[in-house]
């Protein structure tokens, strides 16, 4: 069965930067489509950032210049580098790989996510 699993999340101030992790078991993940969501109180799940097997990113405008979405496919782990953060930014972030053409349809059920939440 297919495991994803988040970490790295926390409590930090605003200006603060963390780094998140997603452990991937059960696929074939050098191969996959790789993002990372989040879902803020009262919003809905958004597309963070992916990353393709070849290297090539995307991210949502909120987040450009902020963030940086990275994979090693010898540790089956995408991460996402945090920097910058602001207040707005707290939501559980959660990893998935992404199918279809659009890029942002998750494949598999969710994991349990890992909270981020930034202080004023």
């Known amino acids: 069965q297919v495991q994803l699993v988040e970490s790295g999340g926390g409590l930090v101030q605003a200006g603060g930067s963390l780094r998140l992790s997603c452990v991937a078991s059960?696929?074939?993940?050098?191969?996959?489509?790789m993002g990372w969501y989040r879902q803020a109180p009262g919003k809905q799940r958004e597309l963070v950032a992916r990353?393709?097997?070849?290297?090539?990113?995307y991210y949502a405008d909120s987040v450009k210049g902020r963030f940086t979405i990275s994979r090693d496919n010898a540790k089956n782990t995408v991460y996402l580098q945090m920097n910058s953060l602001k207040p707005e930014d707290t939501a559980v972030y959660y990893c998935?790989?992404?199918?279809?053409?659009?890029?942002?349809?998750?494949?598999?059920?969710w994991g349990q996510g890992t909270l981020v939440t930034v202080s004023s």
């Open positions: 998935n790989v992404i199918v279809g053409v659009v890029g942002v349809v998750p494949r598999y059920s």
């Open positions: 990353i393709t097997s070849g290297g090539s990113t």
């Open positions: 059960g696929i074939i993940f050098s191969t996959n489509l």
